[in-house]
C-alpha cells in the first residue's frame, strides 16, 4: 500500500488561473518581448497534468469560504452554512477528518484553518504549525505566508537528518502532510485575480510544490507518496468569494505519485472531459479532463494514503484518478459505499426512533431493493469477476444513499416550512392590522380576548410543544411553533381594527369608487411596507438563518442579505438581514445564494 500523501493546498486559487498562459508576472520581469509572451504560471503543475498525473475541475458548493471548502476537503463533509457564522476556528461539532485516519500528520498554515483538524481530532496525531495571526496582515506582502510554509517544511526534514527519532516517525506508512497556502487567497483580495501580484503568487506556490515534492521524493527515494494539488474556492474578478459564481466554485485539482493514474491522452482532437469549454483556453485539450465534487477529494486522499474513510465523508471516490485493476477499483467502491450507507443506516434509526410512523426511503423499500440485497448482490459480482458490473452497481449505490441521506435530512422541512409560512404570514397580518389600527383608526381599537380564545391558542400551544418533545425536536423548533402562534394570536385580538378599518375604508370611498379604492390600497402597502423596512432589519442568529436560507417563501417575505466580515478577514460575520416585499428568500456566503 502506499506510504503517504502530500497535500498542497493553494487557498483562493480558482481553476482557470492555474493554466492558462500569461506574460511574466515576476517583478523582475522586464517589458521586453520575452517576458511578454504568455507563458504557463505553473511549469511544474503543468507537468504533472502532462506527463505524470491526473486532473480537473473539484465543484465546491457554496458557501465558498474557507471553513466550508478545507471541511470538504478533509472531512469530506459539506458542512452545514451555520458553522461559517457560529464562530471560525472552533468547531460547532468535531468531526472526523483524513488527518485524523492517518498515522500522523503535519500540517503547515494559517491559524484560521488548522486548528479545526487537530482540535478534536485522535489526541497527538494531528500537528500544526501556524503563523501568527499579526504575520498574516493584509499590509504585508502575502507571498511571505507562502514562503512560511515551505520554509518550514523544508526544515522539518532537515532536522530528520539529525534527529533519528524524527527519522523514525517519518518513515512510518499512513502519513500525511498538508501545506496550507494562504497567499493566494489574500493577494486575491488586496489585487484581484488579474493582477501581478497574484498571477506570480501562482509561479512561486508552484515553484514552492516543486522543491517540495523533489524534498520529499529524495527523502524517502521510494515512489511510495502521493501528492494531491488543489483549493478550497476560487476567486471573483473582482477579488471575493462566498457565492456561486463559477469563477468561486471551481478548483483545480491535480494529484500525481503513487497510486495515482498517468494521463490520458488523444493525439488528435479533443480529449474528454472538456466538453464545457472552460478548459479551452488551458493549452490542455489532449489530456483527459476528470472533475469531481469537491468532498471527493478527501475520499481520493484517504484512498491514496490507505486510509478508511472519515464517517462523515460523502465524497465519492473518483476512479479515474486512481491506478488500479478493476478488482482493486470494484473493492474500494463497495467499501466506500457501505460507508455512506452506514450513515445513512444511523441517520434512519435516530429518525425511526423519533417519528410516530415513519416512512422509509422508498428506494430502499421493497424486499429485494434493501440496502441489504442490494449489497449481497455486488459482493456476487465481485466472487464472480465481474469487477465493472460491481463498479457500476456500487455507484448507483452511493448515489441512492446520498439521495437517501437527504430524504432523510430534508423529512421534516414540509412540517418547519408550514410552520415558518404561517409565522411569516401571521407577522405580515399581524403588522397590517397594526397599520390599520394606528394609521386609520387613530389607535381607537382596544384589543379583545375573550376566554375561550386564550383557551383555544394555549391548548394548540400546549398540542404543538407536546408534539414536539414526543419527536424529541431540537429547541429551535419550539421557536418556530411559538411565533405564528404569537402574531395569529394578536390578529385575532385586534380584530375588530380589522373590521372597523373595512367599514371606515368604504365610507371614504363612496359607492363604487374602485379608482379611489386602488389608491388606498397602494397607500396601506406603503405604509406596511415602510413598517417593514424599519421595524424588520433584523440580527439573526446563526441558527436561524440557516433554517431560513432552506425555506422558500411562499409569502411575500423576502430576505436580502449582506454579509460583513469583520476587518480581519473571515474571522467573524455579521449577518444582516432586511425583509423585502416579494418573491423569494434567504441565503449565505458573501452573496445571495439561490438553490
Ligand atoms: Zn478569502
Known amino acids: 500500500m502506499h506510504l503517504h500523501s502530500n497535500k498542497n493546498l493553494g487557498d483562493g486559487l480558482r481553476a482557470d488561473k492555474a493554466f492558462q498562459y500569461f506574460p511574466d508576472p515576476s517583478p523582475a520581469a522586464s517589458n521586453d518581448s520575452t517576458s511578454l509572451e504568455p507563458r504557463p504560471l505553473a511549469p511544474f503543475l503543468r507537468s504533472r497534468v502532462l506527463e505524470h498525473g491526473t486532473f480537473g475541475v473539484s465543484h ?20 452545514d452554512v451555520s458553522a461559517v457564522t457560529t464562530g471560525w476556528k472552533l468547531n460547532p461539532v468535531n468531526f472526523d477528518s483524513v ?10 498554515g494559517s491559524p484560521d484553518i488548522l486548528p479545526m483538524f487537530s482540535t478534536g481530532a485522535v489526541p497527538g496525531r494531528v500537528e500544526d504549525a501556524t503563523y501568527g495571526t499579526e504575520f498574516e496582515d493584509f499590509s504585508k506582502d502575502a507571498l511571505e505566508l507562502d514562503y512560511w510554509v515551505f520554509d518550514r517544511v523544508k526544515q522539518l526534514f532537515k532536522d530528520a537528518e539529525t534527529d533519528a527519532e524524527l527519522n523514525a516517525r517519518l518513515r512510518q506508512d499512513k502519513l500525511v502532510f498538508f501545506l496550507h497556502l494562504l497567499g493566494l487567497d489574500t493577494n486575491g483580495h488586496a489585487y484581484r485575480p488579474y493582477s501581478r501580484e497574484y498571477l506570480n503568487n501562482i509561479k512561486v506556490v508552484d515553484e514552492g510544490v516543486r522543491e517540495i515534492t523533489e524534498l520529499i521524493n529524495n527523502f524517502y527515494d521510494d515512489d511510495e507518496t502521493a501528492f494531491v494539488f488543489t483549493a478550497d474556492h476560487g476567486m471573483s474578478d473582482w477579488g471575493s468569494h462566498g457565492d456561486g459564481h463559477p469563477d468561486n466554485t471551481r478548483t483545480p485539482l491535480i494529484a500525481w505519485g503513487a497510486g495515482v493514474s498517468k494521463p490520458v491522452t488523444v493525439q488528435h482532437g479533443k480529449a474528454p472531459g472538456h466538453e464545457d469549454g472552460f478548459s479551452s ?20 486522499m484517504a484512498y491514496l494514503t490507505g486510509l478508511e474513510y472519515p464517517v462523515n465523508s460523502v465524497g465519492e471516490l473518483p476512479l479515474p484518478f486512481i491506478d488500479a485493476d478493476d478488482q482493486q477499483k470494484a473493492k474500494a467502491m463497495l467499501v466506500n459505499a457501505r460507508q455512506i450507507l452506514e450513515m445513512y443506516r444511523i441517520k434512519e434509526e435516530e429518525k425511526m426512533a423519533t417519528e410516530f410512523r415513519y416512512k422509509p426511503y422508498h428506494e430502499f423499500a421493497t ?43 430534508t423529512y421534516d422541512w414540509l412540517f418547519l416550512r408550514t410552520l415558518i409560512t404561517a409565522g411569516y ?23 379583545s380576548r375573550t376566554t375561550t380564545s386564550i383557551a383555544t391558542f394555549t391548548s394548540i400551544v400546549v398540542a404543538l410543544y407536546s408534539f414536539l418533545f414526543a419527536r424529541s425536536s431540537p429547541p429551535q423548533y419550539y421557536a418556530y411553533a411559538f411565533f405564528p402562534l404569537m402574531f395569529w ?11 372597523e378599518g373595512k367599514q371606515k375604508l368604504f365610507a371614504q370611498i363612496g359607492n363604487n369608487d374602485g379608482m379611489k379604492l386602488g389608491l388606498n390600497c397602494v397607500l396601506y402597502i406603503g405604509i406596511l411596507e415602510v413598517m417593514v423596512s424599519t421595524e424588520a432589519t433584523h440580527r439573526f442568529k446563526s441558527q436561524r438563518l440557516t433554517n431560513l436560507r432552506r425555506f422558500k417563501a411562499t409569502t411575500t417575505a423576502k430576505f436580502t442579505r449582506s454579509a460583513i466580515c469583520s476587518p480581519r478577514h473571515g474571522r467573524s460575520f455579521t449577518a444582516k438581514i432586511s425583509f423585502r416585499r416579494t418573491g423569494y428568500y434567504a441565503v449565505l456566503g458573501h452573496v445571495l445564494v439561490l438553490p
Do not use: C, M
Not at 485516519?101 to 503547515?108: A, E, G, K, N, P
Not at 449489497?375 to 448507483?396: H, L, R
Not at 394570536?489 to 373590521?499: I, P, Y
Open 60 to 79: 465546491t458548493r457554496v458557501p465558498t469560504e474557507s471553513r466550508p471548502g478545507h471541511v470538504a476537503l478533509i472531512a469530506g463533509l459539506y458542512e
Open 425 to 447: 404570514v401571521g407577522w405580515i397580518v399581524f403588522a397590517f392590522t397594526t397599520a390599520v389600527d394606528l394609521h386609520v383608526l387613530d389607535g381607537s381599537v382596544e384589543t
Open 367 to 409: 424486499a429485494e431493493q434493501t440496502v441489504d440485497h442490494r449489497i449481497e448482490a455486488i459482493q456476487n459480482a465481485i466472487q464472480d469477476g465481474q469487477y465493472k458490473q460491481a463498479i457500476t452497481s456500487s455507484d448507483e449505490l452511493i448515489k441512492l444513499a446520498l439521495r437517501g441521506l437527504r430524504y432523510l435530512q
Open 99 to 108: 488527518f485524523n485516519r492517518s498515522r500522523h500528520t503535519w500540517s503547515w
Open 489 to 499: 394570536e394578536g390578529v385575532f385580538a385586534r380584530r375588530w381594527a380589522l373590521v
Open 281 to 300: 483556453d488551458w493549452h490542455l485539450d489532449h489530456v483527459q479532463r476528470h472533475d469531481v465534487a469537491q468532498a471527493d477529494v478527501a475520499t481520493l
